[in-house]
Nanobody, 120 residues
Framework: QVQLVESGGGLVQPGGSLRLSCAASGSIFSRVNAMGWYRQAPGQERELVAAISGDTTNYADSVKGRFTISRDNAENTLYLQMNSLKPEDTAVYYC??????????????WGQGTQVTVSS
């Protein structure tokens, strides 16, 4: 299967930066063709923050221009560079990996999450 482990969360002041990492492994990780970052704040639904598939990236409107998603395929690692952080970015951030075949999702995997807190 696929295992995902997030790291890099913590406490940061407004306007600061953090870089989240997601280390991926597993017997079928080679089949993964889409990855992304989601977040969930208390009392809120889980929302997509950023996704990457091939050379295509997608961002939530709330983070465009501030966050950047990237991959290091050689290291099987997904990153989320977060700049100009705001208190509204406070949430648990989750790494996601998905397998698509012929336009249909055949697998979906989640990490356990890492806490990001933006506060003075």
């Amino acid at each position: 299967q696929v295992q995902l482990v997030e790291s890099g969360g913590g406490l940061v002041q407004p306007g600061g930066s953090l870089r989240l990492s997601c280390a991926a492994s597993g017997s079928i990780f080679s089949r993964v063709n889409a990855m992304g970052w989601y977040r969930q704040a208390p009392g809120q639904e889980r929302e997509l923050v950023a996704a990457i598939s091939g050379d295509t990236t997608n961002y939530a409107d709330s983070v465009k221009g501030r966050f950047t998603i990237s991959r290091d395929n050689a290291e099987n690692t997904l990153y989320l560079q977060m700049n100009s952080l705001k208190p509204e970015d406070t949430a648990v951030y989750y790494c996601n990996a998905a397998i698509y075949r012929f336009g249909l999702r055949k697998g979906n995997y989640w990490g356990q999450g890492t806490q990001v807190t933006v506060s003075s």
